[in-house]
Antibody, heavy 120, light 110 residues
Framework: EVQLVESGGGLVQPGGSLRLSCAASGFTFSSYDMHWVRQATGKGLEWVSVIGTTGDTYYQGSVKGRFTISRENAKNSLYLQMNSLRAGDTAVYYC??????????????WGQGTTVTVSS | QSIVTQPPSASGTPGQRVTISCSGSSSNIGSNSVYWYQQVPGTAPKLLIYRNNQRPSGVPDRFSGSKSGTSASLAISGLRSEDEADYHCATWDDSLSAWVFGGGTKLTVL
């Protein structure tokens, strides 16, 4: 079964750090771009970051310089290191995969999400 | 405020056809594919349409996508109560070098 499972969320104080993980199974992890997308309560989806199959990375403007996305293909794992956290980063964080080129079928598999709360 | 805009709400009665728009610019929708996602509150998003108008297997043909210029649309025909959900469009923006989502549209089946 194709699956993504996030972990690592929790309550953190403003200015603190947190590392999210996403464990992938049931597919060839290294062949997919991997994304983080977040959603604050009652708000729409907000794209956070992507890491490509070759390791290239892109970030949404408000997290650039604070968040770092990485992947470990040997462990079928995706990570998001979040530093200098702000109240505005409070959200459910989803990891999702997206194929590339001819196998681009959109962000077709999503995890269940992990909740990050930034509050004092 | 997202650079790709959707109406915040839409509604229809069972059996009706409704459309949800997604408006952008030449740097995003105008030059890249559009994707649509359905999300029941409290659950993860589900892919509905990829590459503007392609349906993944398992998505009913009542759902269709289209794109023209800098705008895209999602149409739902034969509206059913289970279609009540939030709908999000997404695309890549060349100027930002970032993916952007529309603000989402809440569909109510009356």
């Amino acid at each position: 079964e194709v699956q993504l499972v996030e972990s690592g969320g929790g309550l953190v104080q403003p200015g603190g750090s947190l590392r999210l993980s996403c464990a992938a199974s049931g597919f060839t992890f290294s062949s997919y771009d991997m994304h983080w997308v977040r959603q604050a309560t009652g708000k729409g989806l907000e794209w956070v970051s992507v890491i490509g199959t070759t390791g290239d990375t892109y970030y949404q403007g408000s997290v650039k310089g604070r968040f770092t996305i990485s992947r470990e293909n040997a462990k079928n794992s995706l990570y998001l290191q979040m530093n200098s956290l702000r109240a505005g980063d409070t959200a459910v964080y989803y990891c999702t995969r997206k194929g590339v080129g001819a196998t681009d079928y959109g962000m077709d598999v999503w995890g269940q999400g992990t909740t990050v709360t930034v509050s004092s | 405020q997202s650079i790709v805009t959707q109406p915040p709400s839409a509604s229809g009665t069972p059996g009706q056809r409704v459309t949800i728009s997604c408006s952008g610019s030449s740097s995003n929708i105008g030059s890249n594919s559009v994707y649509w996602y359905q999300q029941v509150p409290g659950t993860a998003p589900k892919l509905l349409i990829y590459r503007n108008n392609q349906r993944p297997s398992g998505v009913p043909d009542r759902f269709s996508g289209s794109k023209s210029g800098t705008s895209a649309s999602l149409a739902i025909s034969g509206l059913r109560s289970e279609d009540e959900a939030d709908y999000h469009c997404a695309t890549w923006d060349d100027s930002l070098s970032a993916w952007v989502f529309g603000g989402g549209t809440k569909l109510t089946v009356l």
